[in-house]
């Protein structure tokens, strides 16, 4: 499935661990560090909560620019999601791993806020109907669980894959969406938290959709290079 020419998503000089060895304390120190970067994407995008912008000027705040002018097609695209570039390698000695994509930090992040609130809304059962409160928190993990396996088809350079299990991910959203639209009834505490909520939803949407685009077209691009190949 996987196409052992891809170079996959950011494939730099930092995507190479070389000889590299680390022990479990050195794995350690560095997925902390990961968890460090997410809650500082994070930070950023909650300020910027009423920026109409603001998965783009949150990924320019993470240094996503793109400022690699020798990046191309969904590596680029990937990268941008939501304006989500990716990051300039060279700098530190650390290997790449999924954690450090910002696909990957975009969506775990925005995850991680919609279940915290929902997390501490859906605790008290005077404020949301206990049924509702577990179909909802299984949806939103279905979700997340689809789009993360989706950046990993990326970070292989199964954009194919990738695609579909994007498309996963968006369903699911979709019902989460009428979840959340169908308990418009509910009380003023889970009012307050939808109306938060929403435009996390749609930013999700509209970063995995503007990945699938890139994914499409790379995916074309190939067929065509290899048509002409063959003619």
């Known amino acids: ?11 730099n000089d930092w995507s190479d661990g070389g000889d590299l060895v680390w022990n479990e304390f050195d794995w350690e120190r560095y997925l902390r560090a990961q968890d460090d970067l997410l809650h500082r994407y994070l ?13 783009d000027e949150a990924a320019h705040l993470m240094g996503w620019d793109g400022e690699d002018e020798e990046s191309e097609g969904v590596a ?6 939501g304006g989500l570039a990716s990051c300039p390698g060279g700098e530190e000695p650390e290997p790449y791993t999924l954690h450090k994509n910002p696909v990957f930090i975009a969506t775990r992040a925005i995850y991680l806020s919609l279940k915290r609130g929902w997390e501490n809304l859906a605790t008290d059962a005077g404020s949301v109907p206990q049924p509702l409160a ?15 396996l989706g950046v990993q088809a990326l970070d292989l350079g199964d954009y ?13 959203l979709n019902r989460t969406l009428a979840l959340v639209g169908g ?20 930013d ?20 065509e290079d290899t048509g002409g190949e063959d003619s």
């Open 160 to 172: 194919a894959l990738a695609v579909s299990l994007f498309k996963r991910a968006l369903e699911e």
């Open 43 to 55: 930070a950023h995008y909650d300020g910027l909560k009423d920026h109409p912008d603001r998965i």
């Open 183 to 202: 308990a418009a009834g509910t009380n003023r505490h889970f009012a307050k938290w939808r109306a938060d909520a929403l435009p996390r939803f749609f």
């Open 134 to 148: 577990l179909v909802l928190q299984t949806s939103l993990h279905q979700g997340e669980q689809h789009a993360l």
């Open 1 to 11: 499935m996987n196409d052992p020419e891809s170079d996959g998503l950011f494939d």
């Open 76 to 81: 680029d695209a990937a990268g941008e999601a």
């Open 204 to 223: 999700l949407r509209e970063i995995w959709l503007r990945v699938m685009t890139e994914c499409r077209e790379e995916l074309e691009r190939r067929v």
